[in-house]
């Protein structure tokens, strides 16, 4: 059964460094999201993106954030430089254009800011 | 800007028994889609079940049904003959039609399935 991909697991770095969370959405899917969990909170919108531009983003996704689809399968994030509250797991998730438009998550990015 | 709000932080059940998970929402829309969504410890969000507002017949999947009352915005789930297995993070959402449109969640209500 297709699944959405994320690498890497779990990412730790340094405050102020930048780091890229890659997804690989299911393959025939079009539309494509970045979600965020801070531990023991609610899983929060940031962004989504269908046809190579953002559709819609929330408060959250400020300048430090910017999503791009690089190739025909991967879509990434990259928070450029990192604070302490972007501690979080980051779900990528993918839908195609039937089933209700089902949003199909990744296992998630555990992303650790020391 | 739609809400949804899950009053039930955590629960408990006993293996076997029946249990329903409360949420309710806010929306000025007509149709819409409610999800419930389990998150177990691995953390990975896996579907349990979806509703369209406009089907007025309650969604089931196996042990897992819901209630939902367009009127009152409410949308619980119960969990009939409750498995060790249930035990997680349950979360409902909410999404509009829109094609691209995002998943609303709850804050979660954590459950536990007891021997």
């Known amino acids: 059964e297709p699944e959405v991909t994320q690498t890497p697991s779990h990412q730790v770095t340094q405050m102020g460094q930048e780091v890229i969370l890659r997804c690989v959405p299911i393959?025939?899917?079009?539309?494509f999201y970045w979600y965020r969990q801070i531990l023991g909170q609610k899983v929060e919108f940031l962004v989504s993106?269908?046809?190579?531009?953002?559709?819609?983003k929330s408060e959250i996704f400020d300048d430090q954030f910017s999503v791009e689809r690089p190739d025909g399968s991967n879509f990434t994030l990259k928070i450029r430089s990192t604070k302490l509250e972007d501690s979080a797991m980051y779900f990528c998730?993918?839908?195609?254009?039937?089933?209700?438009?089902?949003?199909?998550f990744g296992p998630g990015t555990r992303l650790t800011v020391l | 800007a739609q809400t949804v709000t899950q009053s039930q932080p955590e629960m408990s059940v006993q293996e076997a028994e029946t249990v329903t998970l409360s949420c309710t929402y806010d929306?000025?829309?007509?149709?819409?889609?409610l999800f419930w969504y389990k998150q177990p410890p691995s953390r990975q969000m896996i579907l349990v079940i979806r509703?369209?507002?406009?089907?007025?017949q309650n969604a089931t999947e196996n042990r897992f049904s819901v209630n939902f009352q367009k009127a009152a915005k409410s949308f619980s789930l119960k969990i009939s003959d409750s498995q060790l297995g249930d035990t997680a993070m349950y979360f409902c959402?909410?999404?509009?039609?829109?094609?691209?449109?995002?998943?609303?969640f709850g804050t979660g209500t954590r459950l536990q399935v007891t021997l």
């Open positions: 929306t000025s829309e007509s149709n819409y889609y």
């Open positions: 998730a993918s839908a195609g254009t039937f089933s209700y438009n089902e949003q199909f």
């Open positions: 393959s025939n899917h079009l539309y």
């Open positions: 509703q369209e507002a406009y089907k007025q």
């Open positions: 959402a909410f999404r509009d039609t829109g094609t691209a449109s995002k998943l609303t």
């Open positions: 993106f269908y046809n190579n531009e953002i559709s819609e």
